[in-house]
């Protein structure tokens, strides 16, 4: 049942099988500095469960003011034996199961019913395994296999074990936010096969006069439960927590339905974290959100089950034996043929191909909409095609992939710009990206921007046509000919020409671009300094992917790294840092720079990032940077998409090329980053053991967690993405502009071409630099922590900038 690295302990007549992550003191560290770096401040309650926390809480069980267990405990003895009837046979498997004290009542139904087997889950081995040996005391014959894990790394592990009855009691699913509720049950219900059943205890929501009482009772054994989390710091990660300043607050907030519970500084702690080399400041007065514990009614959470893809079988709501202030309810879910809800699928990809290429097209033609035909067929940079040969490329390449018949990856095929074609007799030539640099596709015989768009609905016509044709589809409405890799090479091909067009519109000075979908409020500067720089501990990751469907061939296959530890910095260097770095004569010290960045310096007499301009004094004198004794950012405007606007501080630098990063590094005492140490800050959480697909986890983007998708074409501030940092506590690595890294391009071991060599392969070597994390201008359904962009060093029309890494 379990993973092999886990730890298999025999008992007298039971196994635990305990996940290592569940004894490592970092991601406990990186929990805590993740927590307390969080505005308003929070810790992981699942951390409130040492040894010493486990016997806290059974103790609150049972003090006169806890109801929950009493309650719970009734109608579990009064319908055991309907829910193993409803449930049938099968393992019973319990999150959280503690002392599974009241789960003897379902216990005694199970065994009654014939030999049993349960599976116990909790985060602490030590309590499951004297829970364990209760049990088989108390039921010989019973098969007993516990997992001492959390709970996201133990129900991997049971998927494929039905039939089974996953038990969910004490209305644990209670101290999950509401935005978390829907991912654990979808969780759930991918875990679960058709068949298997859920069985849920929730709290109902009731007076808070009775809430409030019971998280916080009167023989303060609930306040000792919240200290000793501080304790366990103190003795796990050398915190250095003053617990008398530890005050217990536990209040109900009406509005969403919760209580919620603190920790309050009486005094002004430092908290010290080693580990990380960090040390953080709690102010007196300032309060740390440690546990919440939401409140259900009862067709809320049906409701929130079923549409999971569960229907109910049975369910007991009771006012326990204290009166009607115990209102808790038992619900009883069976898994149906429902498919589970898709868990990973990159964010803001619609899930038929119809709605995905779609989507995609509809914002090309957003992006273009506003734009001359002249403004179309003009190459406005060398660097960049003609935007109509972007938009009749999109086609093309779209009509060789989805409209052949056969294998779409047979043939040889060709793609200096990364866009594959066919064989090359059959390429027409206009569009064939090897046959004619981007230098010179101004001199190709374009055709009319109408017959550029009118050849773009035609071909989409029939890839529609295509889609909708009922012979040999599957039962999804799929054509077995388009895989769903094929799709999604397709929509993520266009838009990556979406992000091109952007690129060849921010060199223009002389365009006012603005079109409709970009917001019009930009996110705001976080509070906190961000020149801090965090500690990555020595220790191997895994790198890369294996996902066929969304990921390219360069990303693959995922493999093992190990790294020595080094310093990161929280964000990506910003305007006011690099300003620091032209006042002190960066770009004349030969001492910064590399040989072949020094002549790229002196050949093309780069003296500030690319879109920054002098900004003219009153008297219309430049007032440049000399004598300043202080950083002014109003020195310099930037030119953002035609608009001089004055030069942001505190916001990401961008449009710099690899040899200025290179060299602002020296500057600075530091380097830029190897790909694999980006990638490990980025994606890599020590805390389950594996890469996230993106730098907060696996849920899908949303605004509030990177600046991508286009909806603000300017890097946002630092610091205004709390909600996306990494598992390492690092900010903006997905969106704003792509970094540079120190690693040259080239495949990972096992590399494998597909579907074509000419996408990736034709680039490697020692000519282009690796970028990592995507920009602005990235849609999200392209963006993750695995993708590699690559330029050459010199490149500046691209949305890059950097951060620095040093080494501990």
């Known amino acids: 049942m379990a993973p092999p690295d886990w730890t298999r302990v025999e008992g007298r007549g039971f196994v635990i099988h305990v996940d290592p992550l569940q004894e490592s003191p970092l991601a406990f560290a990186l929990s805590v500095a993740a927590g307390l770096d969080s505005r308003p401040r929070r810790l992981d309650a699942r951390f409130l469960y040492d040894a010493v926390g486990s016997q806290l809480f059974e103790r609150i069980t049972e003090q006169p003011e806890y109801y929950l267990t009493r309650a719970e405990t009734r109608l579990l003895a009064a319908g055991a034996r309907d829910i193993r009837a409803a449930a049938g046979g099968g393992a019973l498997v319990e999150l959280g199961s503690g002392a599974s004290t009241k789960t003897r009542n379902l216990l005694d139904a199970w065994c009654a019913a014939g030999p049993a087997t349960y599976v116990p889950v909790d985060v602490d081995a030590h309590a499951l395994a004297k829970a364990c040996l209760a049990l088989r005391c108390r039921y010989p014959s019973l098969a007993v296999e516990g997992l001492g894990a959390s709970y996201e790394r133990a129900l991997p592990a049971l998927t494929g074990a039905s039939p089974m009855t996953l038990a969910f009691l004490g209305s644990s699913l209670g101290n999950l936010g509401w935005h978390e509720h829907t991912e654990f049950c979808t969780t759930i219900a991918a875990t679960l096969a058709p068949g298997d059943h859920f069985l849920i205890g929730v709290d109902l929501v009731k007076s808070p006069a009775a809430l409030e009482a019971a998280y916080d009772d009167a023989a303060g054994i609930t306040a000792a439960f919240t200290r000793n989390l501080f304790a366990r710091m103190n003795r796990e990660l050398s915190a250095n927590i003053p617990l008398d300043a530890v005050r217990h607050v536990a209040f109900y907030d009406s509005d969403h339905e919760r209580i919620e519970i603190f920790a309050e500084a009486t005094r002004e702690w430092n908290v010290r974290l080693p580990a990380l080399g960090r040390e953080l400041r709690v102010a007196r007065g300032e309060r740390i959100l440690t546990e919440v514990s939401y409140k259900f009614r009862p067709e809320a959470i049906s409701a929130l089950i079923e549409r999971l893809g569960f229907r109910g079988v049975w369910r007991a709501i009771g006012q326990g034996v204290d009166g009607d202030d115990d209102g808790f309810g038992l619900f009883l879910f069976r898994r149906t043929n429902t498919p589970a809800p898709a868990c990973g699928r990159p964010p803001s990809a619609p899930i038929t191909p119809h709605a995905l290429l779609a989507e995609t097209r509809a914002r090309t033609m957003e992006i273009v909409a506003g734009l001359t035909d002249d403004d179309l067929r003009r190459q406005h940079s060398r660097l960049m095609s003609p935007i109509a040969w972007d938009l009749g490329h999109i086609a093309h390449f779209e009509a060789l992939w989805l409209l052949r018949e ?37 001199q190709l015989p374009l055709p009319a921007v109408e017959e550029v768009r009118r050849h773009m609905r035609a071909v989409r016509q029939l890839v529609e046509q295509r889609l909708d044709a009922p012979g040999g589809l599957t039962p999804d409405g799929r054509d077995p000919r388009l895989p769903p890799w094929l799709v999604t090479l397709v929509s993520q091909h266009e838009a990556q020409h979406q992000e091109t067009i952007l690129q060849s519109l921010a060199l223009r000075d002389d365009l006012r671009y603005r079109p409709g979908f970009v917001s019009e409020r ?14 990555v501990p020595a220790g191997a990751f895994i ?13 693959r296959p995922a493999h093992e790294v190990e790294l020595p530890a080094f310093r990161i910095d929280r964000t990506p260097v910003t305007n006011r840092g690099y300003l620091a770095f032209m006042r002190e004569g960066g770009y004349t010290r030969r001492e910064l720079w590399s040989a072949s960045g020094w002549r790229w310096r002196a050949e093309t007499g780069a003296h500030a990032p690319r879109h920054w301009r002098p900004a003219p004094r009153p008297d219309g004198v430049w007032r440049g940077l000399e004598g300043a004794t202080e950083i002014r950012a109003d020195a310099w405007h930037a030119v953002v998409f035609g608009k001089t606007t004055p030069l942001q501080p505190d916001s990401p630098v961008v449009h710099v090329s690899w040899y200025e990063a290179d060299a602002y590094a020296r500057w600075a005492g530091g380097r830029l980053p190897t790909e694999p140490e980006w990638e490990k800050a980025a994606a890599w959480d ?40 990494s598992a390492y506590g690092c900010e903006q690595m997905l969106g704003d502009v792509w970094e540079w890294t120190a690693t040259w391009f080239d495949g990972y071991p096992g590399y494998q071409s597909f579907p074509y060599k000419e996408y990736s392969e034709i680039f490697f070597g020692q000519t282009y630099r690796v970028l990592r994390g995507g920009s602005f201008a990235t849609r999200a359904s392209v963006a993750r922590a695995t993708l590699r962009n690559w330029d050459l060093p010199e490149r500046r029309q691209i949305f890059a900038g950097f951060r620095c890494v040093r080494d501990a």
Do not use: C, I, K
Not at 415 to 438: F, H, I, K, N, Q
Not at 522 to 535: D, F, V
Not at 696 to 708: C, F, K, S, T
């Open 522 to 535: 930009p996110p705001q500067a976080g509070a906190r300094p961000t020149s801090e720089s965090l500690l």
């Open 686 to 725: 020590p805390a389950r053991g594996a890469s996230r697909r993106y730098p907060w986890g696996d849920e899908p983007w949303d605004p509030a967690r990177a600046n991508l998708d286009q909806r603000h074409l300017e890097p946002a501030p630092a610091g205004a993405f709390a909600a996306g940092r």
């Open 543 to 555: 790198m890369g992917t294996n996902d066929r469907e969304w990921a390219y061939d360069n990303e």
């Open 406 to 442: 056969g294998s779409p990856a047979a043939g040889s095929r060709r793609d200096g710009d990364r866009e594959g074609s066919v064989e090359e007799d059959a390429v027409e030539p206009l569009y064939d990206p090897l046959a004619t640099p981007r230098a010179r596709r101004d």
